[in-house]
């Protein structure tokens, strides 16, 4: 099992919901997030008063799934929030050791 | 807008034998002008206020108060962090609400009444401290001969104009100092500052006054009899506060309510000091979305603070509205041209600045200028006040949070100043009012250096009166309770610390 965590642009989360949804991922989670990376920030005048704003706003998705899916994951994801600019985000592939469904108890392979 | 002398004033002067009297009187007294002693024995009808005149200054003190709450609110908390929004809207609205109650028990009275002794011209007296024999009967003289309003109404257009300037001041030191500081600072700023200075602009005899006591000078035989009439007027004329009596132009309040609580923000923020972290923590405004609705209900409302600055509803309150509007449309879009020339792009705040930006500079001239000259002050208010909100604050590094200095101070200096040429009638202007000349439709002279030199007073003596004021009583505030607020209850936001509750919880 793993985990596919990918930091996208906010105005991407739709369709990479539904690239997902299409090759059968169903559930994920989204966190709203701030960072950096090689976009830097961009520059705010407010009368006069310019702030660098280095911290962008960026949605962060988490997905767990069976390691035989990760590639086409990943593929799903890239696919759908590919802009070819600076600033498109990253994904991450995490080893995911235990998953338990709390409604019914089910673990691991049941519980995805 | 103005003020004057009691009604009684007027009885004192027929008692003394002079034609006192107003209005359709006017026309019993050009019938009898060949014999004053025999015009002054009937008593003369009360003048009555019109109903229309009534509803109008009434409406336009609710508008006024709009302005405050929640238009300046809303127009300053969404400039600040969102850790002290809850603090700033609090200010503002026990500012008004403290004013309130200030302006009935005495302002009204030290701001709007004869003192009688040598302090004549610069503050009022206490005889209607807690509305000392004002009730419902009660008039108040306007600009027009035998035109007078309810006292009772022009009590409370005046009170709306007393709260709102020491809640204009609270922006030059948002976020960082005690809410009992501000409390205790309006209190002593208000009774010190701004109820004198009102006197010295806007307390005026009654028109209908200087008319009857200018006639019976014409009236009068040559001798004796002509240097009591003489005397008469003078003493009239006299009554005035001093920049009124010096030929002083404020419209609405450009000395009186904008130099005035722009020069004590600035000294305020001055002694205050800057907020923990300026330069280089990050305090952007955290709601433009509220400052757009601020500013717009400062438009709407400025209608009631300039036009209803005319006292009545006629063609002068109607220039003062167009004005109003001109001058504001002129000085947002040139400050949105500006930036967007200057900085690369046309911003929100930019263009709710200018528009406040031209309100203030229109509100000394809303009366006094013609359209075309309102629209030439907008456009020119802009560029000077952006010039100072960014380049001379950031040269001089103030902490002016909210640039009170830099749009109410020197937007209202713009205007002070640009009132003395555009009320020049060859610019369009309405020209010089001068009562005595009851001959002429009261048509004064312009003089651009006599009316330059007293417009330049007005603003000197402004900024001394109320910057030194101001600097002595944050003194007095700062030993007694205490300005600023702890380093840590600064970081942690007044919202909490202050209050004990957020503006947002989400």
Redesign the interface.
């Known amino acids: 099992m793993k985990i596919v965590m990918a930091i996208i642009k906010p105005f991407k989360l739709e369709e990479v919901r539904d690239a997902l949804t299409s090759i059968g991922i169903h559930g994920l989670t989204v966190t709203e997030v701030k960072g950096y990376g090689r976009q830097k920030g961009h520059t ?6 310019e ?1 660098a ?1 280095s911290f962008l706003p960026k949605v962060k998705i988490e997905v767990a799934i069976a390691t035989d899916q990760v590639d086409r994951a990943i593929a799903a994801i890239v696919g759908a929030a590919k802009t070819g600019q600076i600033g498109d985000g990253k994904i991450f592939v995490i080893s995911l050791d235990h998953a338990v469904r709390i409604r019914t108890g089910e673990a691991d392979a049941a519980a995805l | 807008m103005t003020f004057k002398l009691p009604r009684r004033a007027g009885l004192l002067a027929a008692a003394a034998g002079l034609i006192c009297v107003a209005g359709f009187a006017d026309l019993a007294l050009a019938q009898t002008a060949a014999s004053p002693a025999a015009a002054a024995a009937p008593a003369t009808p009360a003048l009555v206020p019109n109903k229309g005149d009534t509803a109008w200054m009434l409406i336009c003190s609710a508008l006024v108060l709009m302005m405050s709450v929640p238009g300046l609110a809303l127009f300053y908390g969404g400039l600040v962090r969102a850790k002290n929004m809850a603090s700033i809207l609090t200010q503002v609205f026990a500012i008004v609400a403290l004013v309130g109650v200030i302006w009935t028990l005495y302002g009204y009275s030290m701001a709007f009444t004869d003192s009688g002794g040598a302090l004549t011209p610069y503050v009022g007296g206490f005889a209607k401290a807690f509305l000392m024999g004002v009730d419902a009967n009660s008039t108040a003289p306007t600009f027009s001969n035998g035109v007078v309003i309810p006292e009772f109404a022009y009590f409370v257009f005046q009170m709306t104009f007393a709260m709102i300037t020491p809640a204009l001041i609270v922006g030059a030191f948002a976020e960082r100092i005690k809410f009992s500081a501000v409390f205790f600072f309006v209190l002593l700023w208000v009774t010190f500052v701004y109820f004198p200075i009102a006197h010295w602009v806007w307390f005026i005899p009654a028109p209908d006054d200087v008319a009857a006591a200018a006639k019976a000078v014409a009236a009068a035989a040559n001798g004796a009899a002509k240097t009591a009439a003489q005397a008469k007027l003078d003493e009239i004329t006299g009554s005035a506060g001093w920049l009124a009596g010096s030929g002083a132009l404020d419209f609405a309040g450009g000395t009186v309510v904008h130099i005035n609580a722009g020069i004590a923000g600035l000294v305020g923020a001055l002694i205050v000091g800057k907020r923990v972290g300026y330069g280089k923590d990050l305090m952007p405004p955290h709601s433009l979305t509220m400052t757009m609705i601020g500013a717009s209900l400062l438009w709407v409302g400025w209608f009631g603070f300039n036009a209803g600055s005319n006292l009545e509803s006629n063609g002068t309150t109607a220039l003062a509205f167009v004005n109003t509007m001109v001058a504001t449309a002129g000085a947002a879009l040139s400050w949105l041209l500006t930036e967007w020339i200057l900085k690369g792009k046309p911003s929100l705040l930019g263009i709710c600045s200018g528009a406040v930006a031209g309100l203030v500079a229109v509100t000394p001239a809303s009366g006094f200028a013609g359209p075309i000259g309102a629209l030439v002050l907008g456009l020119i208010v802009s560029p000077v006040c952006l010039f100072f909100v960014s380049t001379v604050k950031n040269t001089f590094r103030y902490d002016d949070a909210l640039d009170v200095f830099g749009i109410h101070c020197v937007g209202g200096i713009i205007g002070a100043l640009g009132t003395g040429i555009l009320v020049n009638p060859a610019l369009g202007g309405v020209g010089i009012t001068d009562y005595t000349n009851f001959a002429g439709n009261n048509a004064g002279t312009y003089d651009f250096a006599t009316q330059m030199l007293a417009q330049g007073k007005a603003v000197l003596a402004t900024l001394v009166w109320s910057g030194v004021g101001s600097a002595i009583l944050y003194k007095v505030v700062d030993l007694v309770i205490g300005l600023r607020p702890t380093t840590d209850a600064e970081r942690e936001g007044l919202d909490i610390t202050d209050h004990g509750e957020r503006a947002y919880n989400m």
């Open positions: 705010e005048i407010y009368r006069g008063a702030y704003v």
